[in-house]
């Protein structure tokens, strides 16, 4: 509630500082203007990866999690026009949605795709634009963030596991709508970003880890950044390359409908100081 | 306790004494008992005796072809079939060697095309299919005599379009099964607890200049596209029950440990492999003819475009099974996927995860930077 509260609070700031970030990122494109700023607040956030304790198999740990600085991330997923800027500049290879109707998710991207994006447009902008990682993600993600633990395989007979999986899956309602739909179809979180969670699922910038939770600390043994967190209605861990995630043979289970990204923009330190500062003013006002 | 083979069987009996009176009035010269068979779409088959004591009947089956647009895969490609009986592949039809099978096949005057059916168990007349022709609003009735046990494909063979309205999804299977039942190679007789009747198909869309999916607004005018994109033999979806994800998900079969299944697999067109992921076919009758005895223990088994094959598994453990095409790329890229879904108690001897995947130990060859990361 408390996280809530605060959310809606730093909406409110950031409505109120639209016009000062308007006149202070001048240079930069429109579209890149419509990042939501969210203050860093302590929310609740189930660690991603394959977790153990004592040889047997665990839930991720779910621990209350802040992100060091406020973080401001794009209101809508980037789409297809925009990325078909990129692909026309050389910059990004040309995926099969490239030139589909404008306005709507630029999806069949793999996570290679989508960090040559960011890195484009951060040079074209010269702001720092990035995928989210995990944690940052859920934080925007507010509401629509699933903290679903898989159920956990019991080595004595790990078949009960699979299947109790495999039903959760089965049970998900697929999205009545498998092609990506005009930006703001899904409609708006309460962080103010636009078709979280709904048919495009979202690359992120964080590995897949195997930890131990044993003596109460958690130490990762592996870590495989070929395969990074993608995220949406349910958490999902997709080897980079893919750009059409989907289900056969012996995987089994419900995949992304389609792979998608929004990107994280990092204000120079410089320029968001001042801003928080104003804004903290305004608020005083309020 | 009532199981389900002893409800199957008490459900075929049943049908049988309520039809045998019903002979009167019809200009027949066989006098033999008759059964009239409520047909159920793939992966069901029709409540059935697995062996019989009783004598040869007339057994009567009904099929009505539709024409319809259909959705074959989660992305909504629409797609034109032609069925009977509205399901792809069409239902099974059982009966036993001796029976004579006494077909109606009915062409509503809703539909566009003549249609007919060759029965590969049928002896004659390009197995029926020279006396069925039936066009929109008309039917023909055909008697044939199963003398060949085994599964056998059905399928529409009218002239000039044959491979259409096969790969368009007019094909079905019959089982003539042995009277006595089946049998391993030793003469021991084998029983099911269930059916599984897998029907693949091929199927060959149109995509426009931009590699979309066509649609069309009849049946008659994806002809042309459709038939091109065959003559170049590269099915665009291969799957299971007419759709990709048919036998998926929600609509996973399931089964318990202990329990015995036939999978019957049908493939009117194209070659297929199935296998099981994590199972094997007890007795597998891989060119489906039950008087020869079953191979055993088999990994993969060939099923021959144009044919149907059968294979007896009972299920150890316990978990979720892939059944697929094992041409993988068929499976996973174009839809020749099935699961199942097995309940009971996992066995460890025949499987134990002995150590979880983790970190190889160090000084090993492989092993990872001994540094670990805590956070």
Redesign the interface.
């Given at each position: 509630m408390l996280i809530l509260m605060k959310a809606k609070t730093a909406m409110i700031a950031g409505a109120l500082a639209a016009p000062i970030l308007a006149t202070t990122f001048a240079p930069a494109p429109d579209d890149h203007i419509d990042g939501v700023h969210l203050a860093s607040v302590s929310f609740s956030y189930r660690a991603a990866g394959d977790f153990s304790a004592g040889g047997k198999p665990v839930a991720g740990p779910l621990r209350e999690h802040r992100l060091t600085t406020d973080l401001v991330i794009m209101d809508h997923l980037v789409t297809s026009d925009e990325y078909a800027r990129c692909v026309q500049d050389g910059e990004c290879p040309r995926v099969a949605a490239s030139d589909s109707a404008p306005n709507v998710p630029v999806v069949g991207v793999n996570w290679h795709d989508a960090s040559s994006y960011a890195a484009w447009i951060s040079r074209k902008t010269g702001i720092t634009h990035r995928l989210p990682t995990d944690e940052e993600w859920t934080l925007a993600a507010g509401e629509k963030a699933s903290d679903e633990a898989p159920p956990l395989v019991d080595p004595s007979d790990p078949a009960q596991a699979w299947i109790a999986r495999y039903e959760a899956e089965s049970a998900r309602s697929r999205p009545n709508e498998a092609a990506p739909q005009p930006t703001g179809t899904f409609g708006t979180n309460s962080k103010g970003l636009k078709d979280v969670a709904a048919n495009v699922w979202e690359w992120t910038e964080s590995c897949f880890v195997r930890a131990t939770l044993d003596d109460g600390r958690e130490r990762v043994t592996n870590t495989n950044c070929g395969v990074r967190v993608v995220e949406g209605s349910h958490r999902a861990y997709m080897t980079d390359f893919i750009r059409d995630p989907k289900t056969g043979g012996c995987a089994q289970g419900a995949p992304p409908t389609n792979l998608g990204f929004r990107l994280v923009i990092v204000r120079p330190a410089s320029m968001v100081a001042p801003i928080g500062r104003t804004v903290a003013k305004l608020l005083r006002l309020i | 306790m009532l199981t389900r083979r002893t409800a199957l069987m008490g459900a075929a009996v049943a049908a049988l004494m309520m039809t045998v009176p019903a002979m009167a009035g019809r200009a027949d010269e066989l006098k033999l008992p008759r059964e009239k068979v409520t047909l159920v779409a793939p992966p069901a088959v029709h409540p059935h005796e697995q062996a019989t004591k009783a004598g040869p009947k007339i057994v009567e089956f009904k099929l009505t072809v539709q024409e319809k647009e259909v959705v074959i895969d989660?992305?909504?490609t629409k797609f034109w079939a032609m069925t009977y009986n509205g399901s792809m592949p069409g239902p099974m039809m059982v009966l036993h060697e001796g029976d004579y099978m006494e077909l109606t096949l009915v062409n509503p005057e809703t539909n566009s095309m003549p249609h007919n059916i060759d029965l590969h168990s049928a002896t004659g007349a390009l197995g029926g299919g020279a006396l069925t022709k039936v066009n929109p609003g008309e039917q023909a009735i055909l008697r044939w005599k199963a003398t060949r046990a085994g599964v056998f494909i059905y399928h529409c063979a009218p002239e000039g379009m044959i491979p259409w309205h096969v790969v368009s999804g007019m094909h079905g299977t019959v089982m003539v099964l042995p009277r006595e039942g089946l049998k391993d190679g030793d003469g021991k007789p084998l029983h099911y607890d269930k059916v599984f009747y897998i029907g693949e198909n091929d199927l060959y869309v149109p995509k426009d200049e931009k590699?979309k999916y066509k649609t069309y607004e009849t049946l008659g005018e994806s002809y042309a596209d459709t038939t091109e994109v065959m003559r170049k033999l590269i099915p665009t979806h291969e799957v299971f029950e007419g759709r990709v994800?048919a036998l998926?998900?929600?609509n996973?079969l399931t089964a318990k440990v202990g329990e015995t299944v036939l999978i019957v697999h049908s493939e009117a067109n194209r070659d297929t492999r199935p296998h099981l992921?994590g199972g094997h076919g007890d007795y597998v009758w891989e060119t489906g003819k039950f008087n020869n005895p079953p191979q055993k223990d088999l990994e993969t088994w060939f099923v021959r475009g144009g044919s149907a094959g059968a294979a007896l598994y009972t299920f150890r453990?316990?978990?979720?099974y892939?059944y697929?095409n094992h041409n993988?790329i068929e499976?996973?890229?174009l839809?020749a996927?099935a699961?199942i879904?097995?309940?009971?108690?996992?066995n460890?001897d025949l499987m134990?995860?002995i150590s979880?995947?983790?970190?190889i130990p160090p000084e090993r060859v492989g092993a990872?930077d001994p540094v670990?990361?805590?956070?």
């Open positions: - | 989660d992305a909504g590699g994800g998926t998900g929600k996973a992921i453990e316990p978990g979720v892939a697929v993988l499976a996973a890229e839809g996927t699961h879904k097995v309940e009971g108690k996992w460890d134990k995860q979880p995947p983790g970190p990872a670990a990361v805590i956070r």
